[in-house]
Nanobody, 117 residues
Framework: QVQVVESGGGLVQAGGSLRLSCAFSGRPFSSYDMAWFRQAPGKERKFVASISWSGSSISYTDSVKGRFTISRDNEKSTMYLQMNSLKPEDTAVYYC??????????WGQGTQVTVSS
């Protein structure tokens, strides 16, 4: 069974940077198009960014374009999210999972990102 462990979150001031990691295990990582999601307090979990299995196709939600960069290392079975120019509205718990709904596996515990103004 697939397991993911998100890490790299923390408390940062507005304008700062963080790099999130998603460690994947249980099946061949390169079989999955992957994505990052986030859930702010009292709100639904939402899509942030996605990356195809090869890394050749990438997509971002409009609010993070130009600030966040998604990447993956299939040899290490790990996906990353480099977050620059962070804003208070980026505060959320960040999760990783398969991009396609029907391929989703159990959600990890997520990693908390808090951006202070």
């Amino acid at each position: 069974q697939v397991q993911v462990v998100e890490s790299g979150g923390g408390l940062v001031q507005a304008g700062g940077s963080l790099r999130l990691s998603c460690a994947f295990s249980g099946r061949p990582f390169s079989s999955y198009d992957m994505a990052w999601f986030r859930q702010a307090p009292g709100k639904e979990r939402k899509f942030v960014a996605s990356i195809s299995w090869s890394g050749s196709s990438i997509s971002y939600t409009d609010s993070v374009k130009g600030r966040f960069t998604i990447s993956r290392d299939n040899e290490k079975s790990t996906m990353y999210l480099q977050m620059n120019s962070l804003k208070p509205e980026d505060t959320a718990v960040y999760y990783c999972n398969a991009r396609i709904t029907t391929a989703r596996f159990p959600w990890g515990q997520g990693t908390q990102v808090t951006v202070s103004s």
